[in-house]
């Protein structure tokens, strides 16, 4: 009797602790966002359009603007889903840049040609004209645009998608936006607003540069405060919501484009990608481009340490050496950083962007160089950070906290606006 007595306590007693360490871990799960559970069965707008709202094109020759994001659940692409349903009159497609497959690399010119699996004609949206012509739509009823956004203003599409709203608007064509998620989360707004003297593909309106909206979301802020007045639908997903990153959906990660592989990537792009406007090298040409960040004359040691030192919220700093393949420093040894993510939540990318390029430019003030100048005196820096008064501020020895101070009141000013165009809760 003692014996089975004392079994039942050790089975019990190994229950509990089981108990105990399962529910912390649990608890700890949603320090890395991606693990909120869902409320309901998420669909992306694709879905919900080919499922339950499919009436809105039939009839009605489509033009479609997407890229290899533009893919269902299953990851069947958007392209053959329209052109293979026999209610569906696919007529024409249009790539952004990299291209409706995703071939080209960053700013190379993408000519028209014929998609070889369908046979349908591709207008290029990053060739000789970024918004299409009359004779780009001559043959279209309606402009159906679907591509994964990454949350970030520097990042092109979204102005594609604003171009494409305007020709649609010009040529009495309705324009539907098949939504999909921000995959950095919908709920945090970062940075300075766009300066409108420093307009540009990479910032073509006064929007932060972490909007924390999903691409339908712009499209109605851009069509109503921006005068577009486009004849415009959004297709909604279901059962996203704002606190949502992209591994919350379970969808697996298409990269939007060629340095675009992984969701950390897009979380880090909205800071990281600042680095473009320097010679620093921002890691194009390796396996983690915007995660690496680094030059042959920085000292890796010395500048993971004092990035580290100024505990900066949910991330950390390794010291790191790389060779690119391609673009700044290609086929040179350089030295720098990896940025590791450790809590989503936590993560200010683009203020942990702002204290690399201070950081590096503080160290090394003998190489480190922002982008040369225009004729107009304005740098690349300018164009990504969205204003000139930024670069002038770090040349200066302002601190990134006097820099956000500066921002703040037009970030307040954006976010009354924003909260008009919300479609998810």
Known sequence: MRKWFILVVVLLTTWSTFSVVFADHQGNRGKHKGHHKKQEEFKLGVEVLLDDKKELLEGKRIGLITNPTGVDQDLNSVV??????????????????????????????????????????????????????????????????????????????????????????????????????????????????????????????????????????????FNKEFDIGADLTVVKMEGWKRGMDYDDTDMPFVAPSPNMPTVDTAYVYSGAALIEGTNVSEGRGTTKPFELIGA?????????????????????????????????????????????????????????????????????????????????????????????????????????EQMEKRWKDDLKKFNKTRKHFLLYK
């Open 80 to 221: 053959d889903l329209f052109y293979e349903d026999e209610d569906l009159e696919l007529t024409a497609l249009y790539g952004p840049e990299h291209g409706v497959r995703g071939s080209a690399q960053a700013g190379e010119y993408v000519e028209f040609y014929e998609d070889e699996k369908t046979g349908l004609p591709v207008y290029s949206l990053y060739g000789k004209t970024k918004k299409p012509t009359p004779d780009m739509l001559e043959n279209i009823d309606v402009l159906v645009f679907d591509i994964q956004d990454v949350g970030t203003r520097f990042y092109t599409y979204i102005y594609t998608m604003a171009y494409a709203m305007e020709a649609a608007q010009e040529n009495d064509i309705p324009f539907f936006v098949l939504d999909r998620p921000n995959p950095i989360g919908g709920d945090q707004v970062e940075g300075p607003v766009l300066d409108t003297d420093y307009q540009s593909f990479v910032g073509n309106y006064p929007i932060p540069l972490r909007h924390g909206m999903t691409a339908g979301e712009l499209a109605k802020l």
């Open 296 to 400: 042959p004359f920085i000292d890796s040691e010395q500048l993971a340490e004092a990035m580290n030192e100024k505990n900066l919220p949910g991330v950390r700093f390794r010291a790191a050496s790389f060779t690119p393949s391609f673009s700044k420093h290609a086929g040179k040894l350089s030295h720098g950083v990896q940025l590791h993510i450790l809590d989503r939540d936590e993560f200010q990318p683009v203020n942990t962007g702002l204290h690399l390029v201070k950081t590096i430019h503080d160290m090394y003030p003998d190489d480190f160089e922002f982008r040369a100048e225009d004729a107009n005196g304005i740098s690349f820096f300018d164009l990504l950070i969205g204003n000139g008064w930024v670069r002038e501020s770090i040349n200066e020895g302002h601190s990134v």
